[in-house]
Every structure is written in structure tokens, then in C-alpha cells.
């Protein structure tokens, strides 16, 4: 799943096809993408992007980005509303997601398991759009960088 992440990075924020990626210090696409962290503003791309199923049905839309404490991406809040159910948002698993040849983010989940999904709830309401912490607070780099150098 992990050389997911690294195909989505690179589609999604430097417009690269999966094959064009490069992989770090000689290392496979896969332990190279141990090492692939986003900007928040990189991150923030993400926003408002549509993800599908692996049969290639809208799931939903990206609302927001969750960046761990090690400042790269661990989840994304997905919009999953339908008009009858308006406001439904489950937290996928950045490497849970993927994309395709088309360049489209594909997730592992289907309609029915993201419909049976926990619903994700916003600490701040303020904040839905936007990239957070996973404790619901604004992300600042600064804080990882100052966490993870003490």
C-alpha cells in the first residue's frame, strides 16, 4: 500500500504519472515511500479531490487532511453525503488510497463498507476544509519540526 501513497503524491502534487516517480537512494518504490512527507501546502491540494472505488465509482470527496506527528499525511476526511444522507465523513487511511493510470485517487474501499464506515466528527466545525492534526487542531510545521527536535 505504501507505494500507493507515493504514486498519489506524485500524480496528485507534481502532475507525474506512477511510472515517472522516482525512488530515493537507489531503494524500491516501496521503502522509499517511508520517506515521503507533504508540505501543508502540498497536503491542501488534496482538498476537493474526488476518490473512487476500484470499479471507478465517486466514493466522495476529499474535505480535509490529516497530518500525523511525524508531519506526513495519515488521513484524509472524506465527504461521502449522498442527497440523502447530506453530511456523512469517514476518515480513510492515507495508504489506504492510491491512484490510476487515468491519474484518478482510488481507495480500497467500496460504497457499502465506506456507508458502514465510522462517521468522523470535526473538533472544530471551523477547521472542515482545511489540513489538522490527528487531534483535531490546525496543522503547524513548526510544531512537528520543533516535536521531532526537541
Not at 512527507?37 to 491542501?44: D, I, R, T
Request: charged letters at 20%; proline letters at 5%; zero cysteines.
Amino acid at each position: 500500500m505504501k507505494v500507493h501513497s507515493m504514486a498519489l503524491i506524485g500524480t496528485v502534487f507534481l502532475g507525474l504519472t506512477p511510472f515517472q516517480i522516482p525512488t530515493a537512494l537507489g531503494q524500491s518504490a516501496m521503502e522509499a515511500s517511508d520517506h515521503v512527507g507533504a508540505s501543508p501546502m502540498q497536503a491542501a491540494r488534496l482538498i476537493g479531490k474526488d476518490v473512487v472505488d476500484r470499479g471507478g465509482h465517486r466514493l466522495g470527496v476529499i474535505q480535509s487532511v490529516i497530518v500525523g506527528p511525524n508531519g506526513k499525511i495519515a488521513q484524509v476526511v472524506l465527504d461521502i453525503g449522498t442527497w440523502l444522507e447530506a453530511d456523512k465523513r469517514i476518515a480513510v487511511a492515507w495508504s489506504s488510497l492510491r491512484t490510476d493510470a487515468e491519474g484518478r485517487i482510488v481507495s480500497t474501499l467500496t460504497k457499502e463498507t465506506a456507508a458502514q464506515a465510522k462517521k468522523y466528527t470535526y473538533l472544530d466545525p471551523s477547521l472542515s476544509g482545511s489540513v489538522i492534526t490527528a487531534d483535531g487542531k490546525p496543522y503547524d510545521p513548526a510544531a512537528t519540526i520543533s516535536a521531532a527536535n526537541p
